[in-house]
């Protein structure tokens, strides 16, 4: 699973890694993202219906409706910040999300934790020459609106996931199972309009010599 992120790219960066246009850029004054968590707005490209790349803001978690077990009210939603790369084709809950809307999530790096009491987080990024860089990335995304009760009103929003595949070598030792989907800037096109074949085969483990630990530690919930 991936539930920390970071996104740490100047906005103007961001447009231009991404080619959105000024005129789609709909973030408003950016202020860099140190830590990510899920049930909180990050940053998203996605199609416009023009077929227009779009940078703007979602709530990170398709949200499931719930009841309670004991009185079968609703209860808070539950936020599910991670989609597997092996059910997003069959399962119906993500099916027409990754055939329709598919969207790339802009990152820095990620964390993945190991142990209790205390955690060690690990952070990964992309392998760069310089240790205090961090190369900007996106992960595989996938986005759907939500209409219901949250968090105590009425809400219309637009929420989104991560694709998660299996670990590489580097992730392995530390999230023995999964890790997010990591594309490369040639992939992007692919994944925002291509066919679902297309896609799915996008859907692999990033190479391990690519990537890096930028930071560990135990209490670092934050990459700075």
Not at 70 to 81: D, E, L, R, S, Y
Not at 92 to 105: A, D, G, N, Q, T
Not at 191 to 207: E, F, H, N, V
């Amino acid at each position: 699973m991936c539930n920390l992120t970071s996104n740490t790219t100047a906005q103007e960066a961001m447009r231009q890694l991404f080619d959105v246009k000024p005129s789609q850029d709909r973030l408003g004054n950016y202020r860099p993202q140190t830590a990510i968590f899920p049930r909180y707005s990050a940053p998203v490209v996605r199609l416009t219906a023009k077929n227009e790349r779009e940078l703007k803001y979602m709530h990170w978690g398709f949200l499931m409706p719930q009841k309670s077990k004991k009185t079968g009210k609703p209860i808070m939603p539950k936020a599910v910040n991670n989609a597997r790369d092996d059910k997003v084709q069959s399962a119906p809950y993500w099916r027409s999300s990754f055939e329709e809307r598919r969207c790339l999530v802009p990152a820095t790096s990620f964390c993945e934790s190991k142990g209790r009491k205390p955690a060690t987080y690990y952070w990964f990024g992309l392998a760069s020459d310089h240790p205090d860089d961090r190369p900007p990335f996106a992960f595989a995304g996938l986005w759907r609106k939500f209409e219901g009760n949250y968090r105590d009103e009425l809400v219309e929003i637009e929420t989104h996931t991560i694709v998660t595949t299996t670990a590489n070598d580097i992730v392995r030792p530390i999230h023995p199972d999964r890790s997010p989907v990591i594309l490369c800037p040639s992939e992007y096109e692919v994944w925002l309009m291509g066919s679902t074949d297309d896609a799915a085969k996008l859907l692999r483990p990033y190479p391990s010599d690519g990537m890096r630990i930028v930071r560990h530690g135990e209490g670092l919930k934050a990459d700075e």
